[in-house]
């Protein structure tokens, strides 16, 4: 599909159709390279880490697109694996998906067709990798399984929630003993077809297999370190018990250190290309956290089955850093914005956190936001309080898609590898400072076109424009092209009306000893925009700015 780059103009709201060739800077040889086996070729797991990849000097290198699937294709394991070891000799350390080397994907794991056998032959490669390598670094994840099947079209969209709420209901009546709950479940069994029941078991039960596997190549120290991210979920599933079973083995075992489980997914590469920055530069950032609405300990977020302190506590150390009890002890303050307790204290919340957010900025502090009141967009209150009163430029890191535990990771991620990277006062010249500026700052102007724009504006846009085509959102077949052209159009003008915040601003670059480099964002080169997948729950955005 076409790849449109536009000039972009500084009228606001005035279209652009030229091309603008982005200025070449000479850039320093990255610092490390990170060899990385995507979930999927989804934005999150390739651009996000990338990106995040190079605010702090590293190179992430992964799989050419035609190799890895896309959407309900999977990708080819066979080659996936091949790939893996052939750049294995250029890599200072590896991030691999075990959903991508064994299953060929994320939306591949959820199906029952592969037997246990080859899932497992696709666990082979890190064995042989970490024997051929033994002193890089190894990060593994693979997913728990969420509860709902995959909404692939419409009618799989009906079993996305019927198949969601058996799984709830079977825990809470065989596994709990809640028989107020039995006329329910035998209504849906009834309701959902044995088909599709049957590959949702089988594959939940191989998957489960496998991670308990990946727990002892942790024991076996062909692991370094491995997340285990309990995809979208809910207090009650049938998750609950296998997690059960995979803490019980973590601690059996003693590999709580090196192992962990926390609600998430797509943000996992983020968090992972953190933990690798952090231990490269050996540093672990100290994070303060507070919250603008309920406290984690008293929320679990939607699609999780957790307190949300407990992931943010999780997310924080699997990103390479620690906790803090006060701001002064901290390097990074960490805002949560969680709902409010009740709709009639919202506005005082959204008041009282924003000031808190002036009140750090003033101070000089590090101040990243994890938007977690709405599941999958901004907080629209809260983007409205922070564009009229804070320098948008200013903010450390920011994201509020999708989950609570994908924007959490996406934050503290973001923010862990480029603390990491500015901390550091010695061997660094200008050009790497700049390239590494210029990487951070087009991430965060990303995360808030993306987060507020695309999610808050855009996509319903999108999706009305759909429905006047009489097409459908989960496959959009033969009118790809045109809602492709409308998300484009609507994204770029949505992107330079965010840049205006960020022109011109000074930033800063970096220090080498007491002397400290400063530059200014001068301009929006370019902007790419694209629908990686026939549908529109997700796009393609990446800015591309000018530092000098």
């Known amino acids: 599909m076409k790849r449109r780059v536009m000039v972009i103009c500084f009228c606001l709201l005035m279209a652009v159709t030229s091309i603008y060739v982005a200025h070449a800077h000479p850039s320093e040889k990255d610092l490390a390279t990170i060899v990385m086996v995507p979930l999927d070729d989804r934005p999150a797991n390739v651009y996000f880490p990338e990106q995040v990849g190079k605010t702090a000097g590293m190179k992430i290198v992964t799989p050419p697109k035609s190799i890895i699937?896309?959407?309900?294709?999977?990708?080819?394991?066979?080659?996936?694996?091949?790939?893996?070891?052939?750049?294995?000799?250029?890599?200072?350390?590896?991030?691999?998906?075990?959903?991508?080397?064994?299953?060929?994907?994320?939306?591949?794991?959820?199906?029952?067709?592969?037997?246990?056998?080859?899932?497992?032959?696709?666990?082979?490669?890190?064995?042989?990798?970490?024997?051929?390598?033994?002193?890089?670094?190894?990060?593994?994840?693979?997913?728990?399984?969420?509860?709902?099947?995959?909404?692939?079209?419409?009618?799989?969209?009906?079993?996305?929630?019927?198949?969601?709420?058996?799984?709830?209901?079977?825990d809470q009546v065989v596994n709990l003993g809640m028989e107020e709950y039995r006329e329910e479940l035998e209504a849906l069994e009834e309701a959902i077809p044995g088909h599709v029941l049957d590959d949702y078991l089988q594959a939940r039960a191989r998957n489960h297999e496998v991670n308990k596997y990946l727990i002892d190549l942790v024991s076996q120290q062909y692991i370094d370190f491995l997340i285990l991210a309990q995809d979208d979920a809910a207090q009650y599933g049938l998750h609950r018990a296998e997690r059960e079973k995979l803490v019980k083995k973590i601690d059996e075992l003693g590999v709580e250190q090196r192992a962990t489980i926390f609600p998430g997914a797509d943000e996992v590469d983020v968090v992972l290309v953190s933990r690798f920055v952090n231990t490269f530069f050996e540093t672990k950032p100290k994070i303060y956290t507070a919250y603008s609405g309920v406290h984690g300990k008293e929320w679990i977020a939607p699609f999780e089955d957790t307190t949300f302190d407990e992931n943010v506590f999780k997310h924080i150390v699997a990103a390479g850093g620690e906790m803090k009890d006060s701001r002064e002890k901290a390097d990074i303050l960490l805002m949560l914005n969680t709902p409010s307790q009740s709709t009639d204290e919202r506005e005082q919340d959204i008041?009282?956190?924003?000031?808190?957010?002036?009140?750090?900025?003033?101070?000089?502090?590090?101040?990243?936001?994890?938007?977690?009141?709405?599941?999958?967009?901004?907080?629209?209150?809260?983007?409205?309080?922070?564009?009229?009163?804070?320098?948008?430029?200013?903010?450390?890191?920011?994201?509020?898609?999708?989950?609570?535990?994908?924007?959490?990771?996406?934050?503290?991620?973001?923010?862990?590898?480029?603390?990491?990277?500015?901390?550091q006062t010695s061997g660094f010249g200008v050009p790497m400072y700049k390239q590494t500026a210029k990487a951070h700052y087009e991430f965060l102007l990303h995360r808030f076109t993306k987060d507020h724009s695309y999610k808050n504006i855009v996509h319903p846009a999108a999706n009305r424009y759909i429905e006047q085509l009489g097409a459908s959102q989960w496959e959009l077949g033969e009118h790809y092209d045109a809602v492709n052209d409308f998300?484009?159009?609507?994204?770029?003008?949505?992107?330079?009306?965010?840049?205006?915040?960020?022109?011109?601003?000074?930033?800063?670059?970096?220090?080498?000893?007491?002397?400290?480099?400063?530059?200014?964002?001068?301009?929006?080169?370019?902007?790419?925009?694209?629908?990686?997948?026939?549908?529109?729950?997700?796009?393609?955005?990446?800015?591309?700015?000018?530092?000098?």
């Open 69 to 170: 699937g896309s959407y309900t294709q999977p990708g080819d394991v066979k080659k996936v694996r091949k790939w893996l070891l052939d750049q294995a000799t250029q890599a200072d350390g590896f991030i691999i998906s075990v959903s991508m080397t064994a299953y060929g994907g994320l939306i591949a794991s959820r199906t029952g067709v592969l037997p246990l056998e080859e899932a497992l032959e696709g666990v082979q490669v890190i064995r042989k990798l970490k024997e051929l390598y033994p002193d890089k670094p190894v990060y593994v994840y693979d997913t728990i399984q969420r509860l709902a099947v995959t909404a692939i079209s419409d009618e799989y969209e009906q079993y996305y929630e019927q198949v969601r709420e058996w799984a709830i209901l079977y």
């Open 351 to 423: 008041d009282c956190m924003v000031d808190t957010i002036k009140e750090w900025l003033d101070d000089g502090k590090k101040v990243a936001i994890a938007d977690v009141a709405y599941v999958n967009k901004a907080d629209e209150a809260l983007i409205a309080a922070l564009t009229e009163e804070v320098d948008i430029s200013q903010i450390f890191a920011y994201s509020g898609w999708n989950t609570a535990g994908n924007a959490l990771g996406i934050t503290v991620g973001h923010a862990g590898a480029r603390h990491s990277f500015i901390s």
């Open 487 to 548: 998300v484009q159009e609507k994204m770029e003008q949505e992107t330079v009306k965010w840049f205006s915040h960020f022109k011109n601003k000074s930033i800063f670059l970096g220090s080498r000893g007491n002397k400290r480099f400063y530059g200014t964002i001068d301009n929006l080169d370019s902007v790419h925009v694209k629908l990686p997948w026939p549908r529109i729950f997700e796009a393609e955005l990446e800015p591309r700015l000018e530092i000098n």
